[in-house]
């Protein structure tokens, strides 16, 4: 076999005979103008952007978690003034009661003594009543001194302090004199509904379970409220403060009631933050006219905000360029803009844009991040190529 031997240049000439790869142009090219990005009219790049109009409001809405409470400027917990055991009971939970409505009857001792002490009063007065009467019509007579007078004057008077001592001891306790029989009637201080009861017939009970106003040793017997309007306390982050002032509306709303809203008004916030939880507790009235949120219920509550009207954009439109908030603007079918804003309060997942955007702009929510990086890298594209055609007129 016969080999055939070729040179280098021919081998050269040969390969330059090889016709070059042929570059097909993009079919839907990219241009880029200043911030504004333009696709050819059909790149199905298109298709993956989505947008939304950008929609103008007045109000930011604050969600919080709270807990409903009784209302305590409608509430009254119940305690017994005297040690005893209770003898029988009239106030059943969810009763109405009225203002001096017997609540249990109390066998006490001590009221039993409070009984005597009042009788005793009583008939020392009278005794004293009938010693001053005599002394005077002796001493008119002549039979007695003046000075026996005076006595019998200052007895009947002391005996008339003590009778009141007496009397007014018993009006505190709600009894009046008559029967020693220790039997005292706890009654209602104010009208409302008995919305707990916490003793039994035959219980023992004590005049100290109570101290300032606090339940130190006992729960309360009763405790009257008026289940119409009770209180939310409601537990606030540090950065929600300066969205919450006094007199806001509040919308309440409970699971066990699905998309029902109660009313409800931001009464106080808390001077001080809890330093375990970074929180401040603020309290609101709920409105609850039937009756069917209940104390100890957990709620979310949406504290209402007013700004001034500016347009509202999702979250996720918004991307920082360079430390600087921005969005893409579509300007139309196949120009997207990429915009400057200023960004202030958010709510829900949306921004509010006080600078930068008008009312009913196209934004888009889907993309914004794609469209970025394609303004990068045609923005490059586009600088390269205005570099090599600098170079070539200064070849030429």
């Known amino acids: 076999m016969q080999i055939v031997k070729f040179s280098w240049p021919l081998v050269l000439l040969l390969a330059a005979c090889k016709p070059a790869a042929v570059v097909e142009p993009d079919p839907h090219p990219i241009k880029v103008e200043q911030n504004h990005l333009i696709f050819t009219p059909g790149d199905p790049q298109i298709k993956a952007i989505g947008v ?6 007045d109000e930011v809405v604050l969600h919080l978690t709270g807990k ?3 209302n305590e400027d409608v509430t009254t917990n119940i305690f017994s003034p005297l040690a005893g055991r209770v003898a029988s009971i009239k106030g059943a939970r969810g009763q109405k009661v009225s203002v001096g409505d017997e609540l249990a009857r109390i066998t006490s001792p001590d009221f039993g003594q409070a009984q005597a002490d009042a009788t005793k009063a009583e008939a020392d007065l009278a005794l004293a009543k009938q010693v001053l009467d005599r002394t005077k019509d002796l001493v008119k007579q002549g039979v007695l001194p003046q000075k026996e007078l005076d006595t019998a ?3 009947f008077r002391d005996a008339q302090s003590e009778r009141d001592r007496a009397v007014e001891k018993m009006a505190v306790w709600g009894g009046r004199g008559g029967d020693v029989n220790g039997s005292f009637a706890l009654k209602a201080p104010m009208a409302g ?3 707990d009861r916490n003793v039994q017939p035959g219980a023992e009970v004590r005049s100290d379970a109570m101290l300032a106003g606090m339940a130190v040793v006992a729960a309360p017997m009763f405790v009257i409220s008026d289940p119409e309007s009770l209180w939310v306390h409601l537990d606030v982050s540090e950065q929600d403060l300066s969205n919450l002032q006094v007199g806001q509306k509040l919308e309440i709303r409970s699971r066990a009631y699905g998309g029902k809203v109660f009313p409800g008004e931001l009464t106080v916030i808390g001077q001080s ?3 375990d939880t970074r929180t401040v507790v603020a309290k609101g009235t709920v409105s609850n006219p039937e009756r069917l949120l209940k104390a100890q219920m957990y709620v979310d509550v949406n504290v209402i905000t007013h700004v001034p009207k500016m347009p509202q ?3 996720k439109a918004v991307f920082l360029r360079e430390g ?3 969005v893409f603007v579509r300007v139309s079918e196949t120009n997207f803009e990429m915009r400057q804003i200023v960004t202030a309060a958010e709510d829900s997942g949306n921004v509010f844009v006080s600078k930068g955007l008008k009312a009913d702009e196209e934004v888009v929510n889907e993309g914004a991040l794609v469209l970025e990086s394609l303004l990068d890298a045609n923005t490059s594209t586009a600088n390269a190529g205005a570099e090599k055609s600098t170079e070539k007129k200064a070849e030429h």
């Open 52 to 57: 939304q109009k950008s929609k103008e409001r």
């Open 68 to 70: 409903l409470v009784w």
């Open 153 to 155: 004057d200052n007895a």
């Open 193 to 195: 509904v008995i919305v």
């Open 273 to 275: 933050l809890n330093p």
């Open 313 to 315: 954009v999702p979250v």
């Open 324 to 326: 600087k908030a921005c």
